[in-house]
Each structure stands twice: as structure tokens, then as C-alpha cells.
């Protein structure tokens, strides 16, 4: 995989303004996109890495994207991406989303670039990556929490969304999957809000998820959402 955000400071915060500009700048959230059975992960960067979400969530294939440098997935209820009510339910009717990129990763361990990321992503340039149109005068960071195997940050984004209208405040994860940083997101449906707590677990959860998933090291453990 390529190293470039292994060069400095620099090289790592351009690094993080592509992986976070994959998803919700732009971004269409998904509906009803399909009937019958709907798939609950994705192959990301040629097989590299597996995106998939925690049980009762199904991807949405019409909204997701990948190739060989890239991958965003999307993630509705499996009642809402299916159309289906039987299975499993979702913890909570959110929207999920995970962006990887190739030449995304840290120079040190995610838990000691906290300070790194923190001052990143309440820099202009930062809070314009987090935003869905791009303006960093849309987000306004909110709070920020580092557990192991998680840098989480409460969200408000004042730019507008399609598709599913979701909430402005939100919370948003980085995490360290064999070598990759991943972001995560849990956006709350404006029809059915979703508590602090809740965002925060169901966060850990999605982690948790992909981490396992691919076998990673060092999984968020519960912790993490308290």
C-alpha cells in the first residue's frame, strides 16, 4: 500500500482530507433502493479490506462505490435497504457510513496521534473535510473522544444533506484497520432521532464490527461509548 501520509505532518493531513471528502461531501443517502435480500459488506481497495456493518444493517449497493485506491459504503436498516422486515433488527434507524482510502495511514499508533488528529480536525481545513458541502463554516466540533483503537468526535454539520434527511449533530470515528485508517460515521434519521449514548455505542459497535471483520488487532472495546 502507498506510505505517503508517512512523510510528515503535511503528507498526513492531505492524506485525511481524501479519505473524509469519499462520503458525505455530496453524499446521497440512501433509502429503499432495492427489494429482496441486500448484502451486509463490501470489498474494499481489490480485497485489501472488508467494510461491514453491525448486525440488522445492510449495504446499500446503489450508493456505495470502490476500486482499487478507494471505498465508500453506505449502510441503511436491512428493513429500509431491503424492504424486508424479517431478520435481525438494528440497534438504532441510523445511516452508516465507512470511507477507506489506499494511501491513508498514520506514521505512529492511532492512539498516540490524538493531539495530531484533534488539532487537524479543528483547523479550517479539517472541519471543511468534515462537512458535506465543503465549507468549514458548516462544522463545528463539538467534542472529541479517544479511546483505544478510536478517535470519535461529536459532529455539527448546518450543511444540507439529500436523500435521507439526517441529523445535524452526529458522531464521526477514525479507526486503524491493518495498517488502513478507516472513517466511520452514524448519522441519525431526523424522523427518528437517536440519544448521545446511542450514536456512541452503536459508533463502538461499527467499529468493533470492522475490525473484526478484518481481523485487526487492537478493536475498540465497549469503553469506548461511555
Known amino acids: 500500500m502507498s506510505t505517503g501520509m508517512k512523510s510528515g505532518a503535511g503528507s498526513v493531513t492531505a492524506g485525511l482530507r481524501g479519505l473524509l471528502g469519499l462520503g458525505l461531501v455530496g453524499l446521497g443517502l440512501a433509502g429503499c433502493v432495492m427489494t429482496g435480500s441486500a448484502p451486509r459488506s463490501m470489498p474494499a481497495l481489490n480485497g485489501a479490506l472488508t467494510l461491514s456493518a453491525p448486525s440488522g444493517f445492510c449495504l446499500d449497493t446503489e450508493g456505495s462505490r470502490a476500486d482499487s485506491s478507494q471505498a465508500f459504503a453506505i449502510f441503511g436498516t436491512c428493513a429500509a435497504i431491503s ?27 492511532l492512539d498516540k496521534s490524538t493531539a495530531m488528529l484533534e488539532k487537524f480536525f479543528r483547523s479550517a481545513p479539517g472541519r471543511a473535510a468534515l462537512a458535506r458541502d465543503g465549507k468549514s463554516a458548516s462544522v463545528k466540533v463539538l467534542s472529541v473522544r479517544a479511546a483505544p483503537g478510536l478517535f ?15 441529523a445535524q ?16 460515521s452514524v448519522l441519525p434519521v ?4 437517536v440519544g448521545d449514548a446511542d450514536q456512541r455505542a452503536l459508533l463502538v459497535e461499527f467499529a468493533q464490527q470492522i475490525a473484526q471483520q478484518n481481523k485487526a488487532g487492537s478493536a475498540p472495546t465497549a469503553a469506548a461509548s461511555k
Do not use: F
Open 169 to 184: 449533530d452526529y458522531w464521526r470515528g477514525v479507526i486503524d484497520v491493518r495498517g488502513y485508517l478507516v472513517s466511520i
Open 83 to 109: 424492504g424486508v422486515a424479517a431478520g435481525p433488527a438494528a440497534r438504532q434507524p441510523a445511516v452508516l457510513t465507512a470511507t477507506v482510502r489506499a494511501d491513508a495511514s498514520l506514521s505512529q499508533p
Open 190 to 193: 431526523l424522523s427518528a432521532p
Open 152 to 166: 470519535a468526535m461529536k459532529l455539527r454539520d448546518t450543511s444540507a444533506s439529500t436523500g435521507t434527511p439526517v
